[in-house]
C-alpha cells in the first residue's frame, strides 16, 4: 500500500511527462482553484505529509523525538479545521505550543492568555488551548465542540480521558472534517501503556492481523472503551441498532524524518541521554518503560509469565481457586479469575450494565456457578461492599466461598518469614510477586494469559516499608492514577493467594488422574 506522500511523488513523475500546453493550462486551473485559500503551514516531506492527507479518524503519530509531531496539530488547527483543541497534560506545557502558534499566526492579535488560553484566527477559526492534569479535568471540556482535537504526548493522559474527549469530536457542518490527532512519545509509565492496546493492530506484536504503517483500520468501540476490529466501513447492527465504525490508523515518524532536526545535531543529542529514557524514546513503542524503583511486580516477571502461556490448561490440574472482583450494576463490571495451579484462563468481564441491580448478588453468583469446575475454591471480594450479597447466595447453594478484605489486619508473612505486611492487600501482591519470581528454584509456575490491560494492572502498584511491614499502595489511590479501576489484576492476585497449590495437593491431583484412568491410587504413608 502506497503512502500519501509517494503517490503525490508519482503525480509529479507523470506531471513532469504532460505536453508544455497541457502543463500550462493544469497549473493555470489549479492556481484558480486554489485562490483565496492561502495556506499558512506547510507539511515537511515524509511522515508528516502522510499523516497530513491521511483519512484516519483518529492517527496516532510519533514513536520518537524530532518528529515534528506537536507542529502537525497546529498546521492541521491553521489549514483545514475550524474549532480546534490543543492539550497538554499540564497547563505548564502549553508555553512552547502557545509561541509556535503565534509564530505560524504573525501576530498575537486574537490572542487571549487567560486560562484557558485561545487564540482567534479569524471570524471562521480559533483554537483552545487546555490541560487534564487530573482526572475529571477533561469535563470541563464536556458540550464544547471541536472538529480537530489533539492530545499532545498522548500517553501522558489517561485512557478515560482521551475517550470522554473523543465524545465530543463534532461540527454542525456535515462537509467541515473532524478528527483526532495524538501526537506521541513511547509511554515512559504504566499510564500510558493504554496506547498500546488502542492501536494493537500496530503496536501489539500478538495481534494477529497486524496493520501497515498508515494503513486504515476499522473499529467499533462499546460503552466502557472496549475496541471490537471491523473489516470496513460499513455500519454494523450492534444490540438492534447500526453502528458506524470509525477509523484509525498509526504513521510513526523519527527525527531523521524532520528536515529542521536531521541534519543538525539533535539525532546526537538524543543519543546521549541517559538510560533508560534513551532505549524508550528511540524504540518506537518497542522497548519497554523502567519499572518503578519501588514497583511491587516487575514487568519483565509479568511479560515472561505471558510468554509461557499457553491457550490450553494443562492436563489433569483441576481448576483450584476462582477470585470474583463483585458488581452491583452501573459503570462497575464483574471480573472473575480462574487459576489451573500456576496456569490462568483469560478473565471474564461481565459489564456493569448487563447486571441488574435489584438482584445484583444472585446473577453475579449464577455467573461463578456457571464457570466454575472442579470444585473449586471462591474468593469474593467484600472490600466494596458488593459482594457481600454474591457471598450469601454461594453459601446457600453449598458452594465452598471466602471472603477477601484488602484492608484486613493479616499474619501472612513472605516466603522467607522474615517480612510482615500492614494489610491482606499488600500480602497478597507480594505473595504473588514471589511466584512470579523467575529465579526461584524450578522457575516461576505463574502462567498469565497476555492482555495489556491485567499487565498494566499486575505493574501499577508501588510499596513502601513501614515499621510495620511492607505497605502497598491502596487501591483507590492506583485507581485515581490510572483512572480505572485495577479490576483484573486484582482478581487475578486473590485467586492465587487463596486455595490448592501443587506444593500441597500434587499427591491428591496424582490419585484423581490415577482414579479417572482406572488405576489403583498411590498410598501415602504419614502426612501429606
Not at 313 to 342: E, F, K, L, Y
Not at 360 to 379: P, S, T
Not at 505 to 512: F, M, S
Request: net charge neutral.
Amino acid at each position: 500500500m502506497n503512502s500519501p506522500a509517494s503517490e503525490i511523488d508519482t503525480m509529479i513523475e507523470r506531471l513532469a511527462k504532460l505536453p508544455p500546453k497541457e502543463l500550462d493550462n493544469l497549473k493555470k486551473n489549479t492556481k484558480q482553484a486554489i485562490t483565496g485559500r492561502r495556506l499558512k503551514w506547510t507539511p515537511n516531506p515524509g511522515p508528516q505529509t502522510d499523516a497530513y492527507l491521511s483519512k484516519a479518524h483518529t492517527i496516532l503519530f510519533g514513536g520518537e523525538p524530532g518528529g515534528g509531531k506537536s507542529q502537525l496539530g497546529l498546521g492541521l488547527s491553521f489549514n483545514d479545521h475550524c474549532r480546534s483543541l490543543i492539550l497538554r497534560r499540564y497547563y505548564t506545557d502549553l508555553s512552547g505550543l502557545i509561541a509556535d502558534a503565534l509564530k505560524i499566526n504573525g501576530t498575537r492579535d486574537g490572542f487571549n492568555g487567560s486560562p484557558p488560553p485561545m487564540l482567534r484566527i479569524n471570524d471562521a477559526k480559533h483554537i483552545d488551548f487546555g490541560a487534564c492534569a487530573r482526572l475529571g479535568d477533561e469535563q470541563h471540556w464536556m458540550g464544547r465542540a471541536h472538529d480537530l482535537i489533539v492530545a499532545d504526548e498522548a500517553t501522558q493522559f489517561l485512557e478515560v480521558q482521551i475517550r470522554f474527549l473523543m465524545g465530543w469530536l463534532r461540527h454542525e457542518d456535515a462537509n467541515q472534517r473532524c478528527r483526532v490527532l495524538l501526537p506521541t512519545n513511547p509511554p515512559l509509565t504504566a499510564e500510558g501503556m493504554w496506547v498500546i492496546k488502542m492501536f494493537a493492530p500496530w503496536l501489539d506484536d500478538k495481534y494477529p492481523n497486524p496493520a501497515l504503517p498508515g494503513e486504515l483500520r476499522w473499529v467499533i468501540s462499546d460503552d466502557e472503551g472496549k475496541d471490537r476490529w471491523v473489516d470496513g466501513p460499513a455500519a454494523i447492527e450492534i444490540k438492534g441498532k447500526m453502528v458506524k465504525p470509525l477509523s484509525r490508523t498509526f504513521i510513526p515518524s523519527s527525527v531523521d524524518d524532520n528536515p529542521f532536526y536531521a541534519a543538525g545535531s539533535y539525532r546526537d543529542q538524543l543519543n546521549a541521554m541517559t538510560e533508560p529514557h534513551r532505549s524508550i524514546l528511540l524504540g518506537k513503542f518497542k522497548t519497554a518503560f523502567q519499572d518503578q524503583p519501588n514497583q511491587v511486580i516487575p514487568t519483565a516477571w509479568v511479560k515472561e509469565a505471558m510468554a509461557r502461556w499457553k491457550s490450553v490448561p494443562p492436563q489433569d490440574i483441576p481448576m483450584c481457586t476462582m477470585a470474583v472482583d463483585a458488581s452491583g450494576g452501573g459503570n462497575d463490571p464483574m471480573v472473575s479469575a480462574r487459576r489451573h495451579d500456576g496456569w490462568y484462563a483469560p478473565n471474564i468481564r461481565v459489564p456493569g450494565k448487563e447486571i441488574p441491580m435489584d438482584r445484583a448478588g444472585a446473577f453475579c453468583a449464577g455467573q461463578v456457578i456457571m464457570y466454575r469446575r472442579n470444585d473449586a475454591l471462591v474468593i469474593i471480594d467484600l472490600g466494596g461492599g458488593y459482594g457481600s450479597s454474591t457471598f450469601e447466595h454461594l453459601k446457600e447453594n453449598k458452594v465452598e466461598v471466602r471472603g477477601y478484605k484488602g484492608a484486613e489486619a493479616t499474619a501472612r508473612r513472605s516466603h522467607d518469614g522474615k517480612l510482615r505486611f500492614t494489610n491482606t492487600r499488600s500480602a497478597a501482591l507480594w505473595i504473588f510477586r514471589e511466584a512470579l519470581d523467575p529465579g526461584q528454584p524450578g522457575g516461576s509456575p505463574i502462567r498469565l494469559p497476555n492482555d495489556p490491560l491485567l499487565l498494566a494492572d499486575l505493574t501499577a502498584p508501588t510499596f513502601e516499608p513501614t515499621p510495620n511491614g511492607i505497605r502497598v499502595e491502596s487501591k483507590e489511590d492506583v485507581c485515581d492514577r490510572l483512572g480505572r479501576s485495577t479490576d483484573d489484576g486484582d482478581a487475578v492476585v486473590m485467586a492465587w493467594f487463596e486455595g490448592p497449590k501443587e506444593i500441597t495437593n500434587a499427591l491428591d491431583w496424582i490419585d484423581q488422574k490415577q482414579r479417572k484412568r482406572g488405576q489403583q491410587p498411590r498410598v501415602v504413608m504419614g502426612r501429606r
